[in-house]
């Protein structure tokens, strides 16, 4: 297939990208830089440098699908500043949508997130848990998820949503390298390695059972590994959703745990109360991705950690 990659230069993007290409698709990725990086677009693959209001002009008959990875992303960033999250997410992504319409490209993978749940009723959450989200990153992921299943009804697109946790891991030189940094295994790392000062361990009171936020973690191939078989099992006409995790649950105290064993260095933290807009407990089930795409993650926490290490 002749595949777009939206945010194909970022952490997700790149990888996905390049477990595109090692499949033979032929692969054409979209990214300002805003957040991705020149390098990350790899050899074999088209670059077109332009954010989603640029679509078009990477978009034409001969494309077959979309997998959307941009976005803006970051929980608290939503909290301060949601007017950039309703232009970034939902109406660059309604661009994108329009793009698609009139270039007659009718498959979408899109990259959503576990953040539309908002605070989970259930021990692990299904497809079917009501999304109730509790900051504007996630509200903005879900408008996307409302518009696509409108667009297929409407439209015919052919669309798969996949909602997912926490990622990390390496891939063959590609992992994450924000700035700023926020997510935990690559700041746990890096304090590890005596190269980010102390690690911030945010909320120690959630009602855990050792008081910090639990997370499900997959791995960045596993992830990678789930947009392709979606965008190989999608239907026209029809909009599907899939939550992607392990359907076990880490707290950031055993993260951390498992970092120090994986590396074998001692973490310096500092505990600091909560960040607005995070949930005390997310984990996926998982079951209806196995039992429809196939899918099921390969990687444990510990080869995450240890791929991200040897990245590092």
Known sequence: ??????????????????????????????????????????????????????AAEALDPSVDAVIHLAAKSLVGESVEHPERYWHGNIVASLGLLDAMRDAGVQRMVFSSTAAVYGNPITETIAEDHPAAPINPYGASKLAIDHMLTAEAKAHGLAAVSLRYFNVGGASDGLGERHDPETHLIPNLLKAAAGRGGTAKLFGTDYPTPDGTAVRDYIHILDLAAAHLQAMEWVRPGTHEIFNLGTGVGSSVRQVIDAVERVTGRTVPVEEHPRRAGDPATLVASGQKARDVLGWAPQHSLEDIIRDAWAHL
């Open 1 to 54: 297939m002749k595949v777009l990659v939206t945010g194909g230069a970022g952490y997700i993007g790149s990888v996905v990208a390049q477990q595109l290409l090692r499949a033979d698709h032929e692969v054409i990725v979209l990214d300002d830089l805003s957040k991705g990086h020149a390098d990350a677009v790899l050899p074999g693959a088209t670059w077109h440098q332009g954010g989603l209001a640029e």
